[in-house]
T-cell receptor, first 112, second 115 residues
Framework: GNSVTQMEGPVTLSEEAFLTINCTYT??????LFWYVQYPGEGLQLLLK?????DKGSNKGFEATYRKETTSFHLEKGSVQVSDSAVYFC???????????FGQGTRLTINP | DGGITQSPKYLFRKEGQNVTLSCEQN?????MYWYRQDPGQGLRLIYY???????QKGDIAEGYSVSREKKESFPLTVTSAQKNPTAFYLC??????????????FGPGTRLTVL
C-alpha cells in the first residue's frame, strides 16, 4: 500500500542554519506530494506541493523536489528562522483516491 | 473570507456521552475529511465524503459516525463506543480534481477531552 516515511525528530537547529527534513514514499502510479506545516494548537497549512516527477515546489524559502528515481521529496530551507519552529508533515496523494497519506511528522525547533 | 470553521476549539465531555464536532466550509469544495491526531503522531483518517449524502470509512472509523446532508457541512459524532476519544480532531476539505488528488485545506481543529 501507499506509505510515507519521514525523518525522525525532533530536530533542533540554530537560527540561519540549513534545514533538510527527509521524506521518502512508497506508492503505485504517479502520486502528488505535499508538505504541510502545523504551528502549536493549530490546523495544518499547505506549505508546498509537486504533482509530477522533477517538479519543484517552493514557498516562504522552503523547497522540495519530486524525485521519482529515489522516491523522495525532501524539504529544504537555506536559512531558518525562529518563526519556522513547527511540526512538518510530508503527505502523498494517489491518483483518483482523493485521500492523503501522511508521514508521522517532524518537530522542528529553531533557537535564536 | 473563505475557509473552514470548526467549533468549539476545546470540548470536554464525560465518559459514556456522545459528542458532535462541527465542521463547516464556504470554499464550495466537494470533498470533506475528518482526521484524528494524537500527541507526537501523524494524522489518521476517520471518514471522508466526496459528495452530499455519501461518505466512506477511513482507517479508524470504529466508534465514530458522520453525516453529509449539505455540501458545506460534515459533522462528526464521537460515540461512547470509541474507546479512547481524547484527541485533536481536524476537518479538511478539497476540490475534486479529476484523477489527481488535490490539496486539502484544514480547519483549526477541535481538542476533545473525555473525563
Amino acid at each position: 500500500g501507499n506509505s510515507v516515511t519521514q525523518m525522525e525528530g525532533p530536530v533542533t537547529l540554530s537560527e540561519e542554519a540549513f534545514l533538510t527534513i527527509n521524506c521518502t514514499y512508497t506508492a503505485t502510479g504517479y502520486p502528488s506530494l505535499f508538505w504541510y506545516v502545523q504551528y502549536p494548537g493549530e490546523g495544518l497549512q499547505l506549505l508546498l506541493k509537486a504533482t509530477k516527477a522533477d517538479d519543484k515546489g517552493s514557498n516562504k524559502g522552503f523547497e522540495a523536489t519530486y524525485r521519482k528515481e529515489t522516491t523522495s521529496f525532501h524539504l529544504e530551507k537555506g536559512s531558518v528562522q525562529v518563526s519556522d519552529s513547527a511540526v512538518y508533515f510530508c503527505a502523498l496523494g494517489n491518483q483518483g483516491a482523493q485521500k492523503l497519506v501522511f508521514g508521522q511528522g517532524t518537530r522542528l525547533t529553531i533557537n535564536p | 473570507d473563505g475557509g473552514i470553521t470548526q467549533s468549539p476549539k476545546y470540548l470536554f465531555r464525560k465518559e459514556g456521552q456522545n459528542v458532535t464536532l462541527s465542521c463547516e466550509q464556504n470554499l464550495n469544495h466537494d470533498a470533506m475529511y475528518w482526521y484524528r491526531q494524537d500527541p507526537g503522531q501523524g494524522l489518521r483518517l476517520i471518514y471522508y465524503s466526496q459528495i452530499v449524502n455519501d461518505f466512506q470509512k477511513g482507517d479508524i472509523a470504529e466508534g465514530y459516525s458522520v453525516s453529509r446532508e449539505k455540501k458545506e457541512s460534515f459533522p462528526l459524532t464521537v460515540t461512547s463506543a470509541q474507546k479512547n476519544p481524547t484527541a485533536f480532531y481536524l476537518c479538511a476539505s478539497s476540490p475534486i480534481a479529476g484523477i489527481y488528488t488535490d490539496t486539502q485545506y484544514f480547519g483549526p481543529g477541535t481538542r476533545l477531552t473525555v473525563l
